[in-house]
C-alpha cells in the first residue's frame, strides 16, 4: 500500500457518515429556522436588494480547507443572504411569474436526495420512475392529451421549449436543417429565441410575427409569412404559440393556430409555461381551447403549481416523437424497456443522471388531491383587481398604466416608471413592468398560493397612494 494512503488514515471520509443523532440535529436546526422563516413571510419585505453588490463581494472565498459550525452556516444563510433577495414566495411577489414553493416539495426534496435513487433509467428504481410517469401522465389529462402522449420533467420552461424545439426539428427537417424556420408571436418568450439559437438555428431562421391589440398572434400575418418563406425554398416547421405571455398573459388563438399548423404539415407547439395550470379551471379550460391539439406542450409546476424553481416540463402528445429525438445505444446501460408503459426516462430527455424531480410534484397532489390547486386557479382568475389595463387579463395578469391627456409617451413612461418605483419602496408589493410598442407598462401577476384578496387591497392602495404624490 502507498504510504501517504497509510499514513492518512480515512477518517475524514467516515465523517461524512453522519451518526442518526446528528442527521436529526441538522434537520432539526434547519427546520427551525425554515419554520420561522416561513411563517414570517407575511411580514417581510416584498424586496430587499439594498447594498447586495458589497454583500455579493464579501463572500468570495478560496476554497475551504478547514470545517465551519453549522449553526454559523445557518446564520450566515437566514440572517444574511435568504433576506437580501426578492421575496419570491412572500404573497407580496406580483413581479415576472411568481412561485410560491410548497414546503411539501421540500420534504420530498429531502427524501429523494437522501435515498438518492436513479430514476433516469427505469431498471434502477421501476416504482419511484413509475410515480413520476404519472405525474406526467396527470399533467397529459389536464392539457386533455391521449395515453401515447409522454413527456419529462425539466428544470424549467426554457429547457422544455428547448427540447420542444429540437424533437420538432428531429421530426420534420433532414439532418442538414439550415432551411427551417419557425414562427411565433412577438410576444414569445425569449426563451424560444434562445432554445432556437441552441439548437443551431441562425437568428434569421426565427420569425417574429406581430400580435394583435389583444397581443395575440395575427393568424393572416403568420400565414404570409409561412407562404413567402415557401416560395423562397425555406422549410417552415414549426409555430410556437402562446398561452400565457410574460408581458401581457395573452393567449394565441390556439384553435386556429392548430389549424394552421396542420394544413402546413408544420409542428405546433404551445408555451403554457405562466398559463398552462390554468387548464384546472373551466374558464382556463375555455380560454385555451385547442391546446390539446398541439404537438407539444410547456408547463412550468413551478409557477402554476407553487412548486420549487427547477420544475419544468414537456408534453408531447406523440410520445414516440419524443423518444426518437433522444434516443442512443450505449453498451454499458442496462437494458431498456420494451413495453411503452414503462418509462426509461434517459431516451425521452437529454439527461442521464438527475434528481428525482418527480417526487416533489407527487407528494403534494397526493397528500391533497387536486382540488385545492384548481380552486387556487379559480380564485386568482377572480383576483385581478380592475384598474385601467391595456387589454382584458385572459388569466391572473394584468398590464396597465397611467395616462393623462396632454402626457406624450416619454412623459407617460416615465410617470409609470416612477410610479412602479414608488409602489416598490414601500416594500408590501413587488411589481415590474414591460415595453408594449414603446409603451412602458406595469404588470401585476398573481400566481401565489399565499397572495390574497389583502394583499391586492394592499396593491391598489400603494398604487393610488403613490399616484396622488406623483401628480
Ligand atoms: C417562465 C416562462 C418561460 C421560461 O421558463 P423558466 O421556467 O423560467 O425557464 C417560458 N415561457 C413562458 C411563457 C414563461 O412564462
Same mark, same amino acid.
Given at each position: 500500500m502507498a504510504p501517504e494512503l497509510q499514513s492518512h488514515p480515512i477518517r475524514s471520509n467516515l465523517d461524512l457518515e453522519l451518526p442518526a443523532g446528528r442527521m436529526r440535529e441538522l434537520v432539526d436546526k434547519a427546520l427551525e429556522r425554515i419554520v420561522d422563516h416561513i411563517s414570517s413571510l407575511d411580514s417581510q419585505p416584498s424586496a430587499d436588494v439594498e447594498g447586495c453588490e458589497a454583500l455579493a463581494r464579501s463572500l468570495v472565498e478560496p476554497l475551504p480547507e478547514k470545517p465551519a459550525e453549522y449553526s454559523d452556516l445557518l446564520d450566515l444563510l437566514f440572517k444574511e443572504l435568504v433576506p437580501k433577495s426578492f421575496n419570491t414566495a412572500g404573497p407580496g411577489y406580483l413581479a415576472y411569474i411568481p412561485g410560491g414553493g410548497l414546503f411539501h416539495s421540500a420534504v420530498a426534496d429531502l427524501i429523494s436526495d437522501a435515498v438518492n435513487r436513479y430514476v433516469g433509467v427505469w431498471i434502477a428504481a421501476p416504482g419511484l420512475a413509475q410515480l413520476e410517469a404519472n405525474v406526467i401522465r396527470w399533467f397529459s389529462e389536464i392539457v386533455g392529451y391521449p395515453a401515447e402522449a409522454r413527456g419529462i420533467l425539466t428544470t424549467g420552461g426554457s429547457l422544455a421549449n428547448f427540447t420542444a424545439l429540437v424533437t420538432a426539428r428531429r421530426h420534420l427537417l433532414p439532418d442538414n436543417f439550415l432551411a427551417g424556420t419557425l414562427y411565433a408571436s412577438d410576444q414569445v418568450h425569449h426563451s424560444v429565441v434562445k432554445a432556437a439559437m441552441l439548437a443551431g438555428f441562425p437568428a434569421a431562421n426565427v420569425r417574429e410575427i406581430a400580435a394583435d391589440d389583444a397581443c395575440r398572434i395575427r393568424l393572416d400575418h403568420l400565414e404570409r409569412s409561412i407562404e413567402s418563406d415557401r416560395r423562397e425554398g425555406k422549410h417552415p416547421f414549426l409555430i410556437v404559440g402562446n398561452a400565457g405571455t410574460t408581458n401581457t398573459g395573452a393567449v394565441d388563438d390556439l384553435d386556429g393556430l392548430a389549424n394552421l399548423a396542420a394544413r402546413e404539415k408544420m409542428w405546433l407547439h404551445v408555451d403554457a409555461a405562466y398559463g398552462g395550470f390554468f387548464m384546472l379551471t373551466r374558464k382556463g379550460r375555455e380560454v385555451m381551447r385547442g391546446i390539446e391539439r398541439a404537438h407539444s406542450i410547456t408547463l412550468d409546476p413551478h409557477k402554476g403549481l407553487f412548486l420549487p424553481y427547477g420544475t419544468g416540463s414537456l408534453l408531447v402528445r406523440d410520445g414516440d416523437a419524443l423518444r426518437r429525438a433522444h434516443s442512443v445505444d450505449a453498451t454499458y446501460l442496462p437494458p431498456m424497456q420494451q413495453d411503452a408503459d414503462l418509462v426509461d426516462f434517459c431516451l425521452y430527455s437529454p439527461e442521464l443522471s438527475r434528481d428525482f424531480r418527480g417526487l416533489r410534484v407527487w407528494l403534494p397532489i397526493k397528500m391533497h388531491g387536486i382540488e385545492p390547486f384548481r380552486a387556487w386557479a379559480a380564485e386568482e382568475l377572480r383576483s385581478i383587481p380592475s384598474v %385601467?389595463? *391595456?387589454? %382584458?387579463?385572459? *388569466?391572473?395578469l394584468v398590464a396597465f398604466r397611467v395616462v393623462r391627456s396632454g402626457w406624450d409617451t416619454e412623459t407617460a413612461n416615465d410617470l409609470n416608471r416612477r410610479l412602479m418605483g414608488g409602489v416598490n419602496a414601500l416594500k408590501r408589493v413587488y411589481l415590474t413592468g414591460t415595453v408594449l410598442r414603446g409603451r412602458f407598462v406595469i404588470r401585476i401577476c398573481v400566481l401565489s398560493f399565499r397572495t390574497h384578496h389583502d394583499r391586492m387591497q394592499a396593491a391598489l392602495e400603494d398604487i393610488r397612494a403613490t399616484l396622488r404624490e406623483l401628480t
Open positions: %385601467e389595463v *391595456l387589454a %382584458e387579463p385572459q *388569466l391572473s
